[in-house]
């Protein structure tokens, strides 16, 4: 039968345990991620920019979420990435980016 002290131990553990995942998932939300400007032309013939610091280049198409969004979307053709700045996730929500093309 479980003691009282296995119980308030496995507590103790469980409890930092969570901490120690929470601590690691803020550390994230605030260490610099590269942000990607990425140009390319849409289906108009207009060359258009976006920001991104998730995407996976593969042959002819890049998939990218762009920054401050939740959705993933797919181009091809040509496209040039470059890199722009270092942002926390916390500094992009707040950053406006360049709309200008």
């Known amino acids: 039968m479980l003691e009282k002290k296995d119980i308030i131990w496995g507590a103790l553990t469980l409890v930092l345990l969570v901490l120690l995942f929470v601590c690691l998932g803020v550390q994230d939300y605030y260490s610099p991620k590269q942000v990607y400007r990425i140009e390319y032309i849409d289906i ?46 916390k500094e992009m929500e707040k950053y406006e980016f360049p709309k200008d093309n």
Not at 59 to 84: C, M
């Open 44 to 89: 108009d013939n207009k060359k258009q920019i976006v920001y991104s610091c998730n995407f996976d280049k593969e042959d002819g198409s890049i998939t990218y979420k762009e920054v401050n969004s939740s959705e993933y979307k797919t181009i091809s053709g040509h496209f040039e990435i470059k890199p722009y700045k270092r942002l926390t996730y």
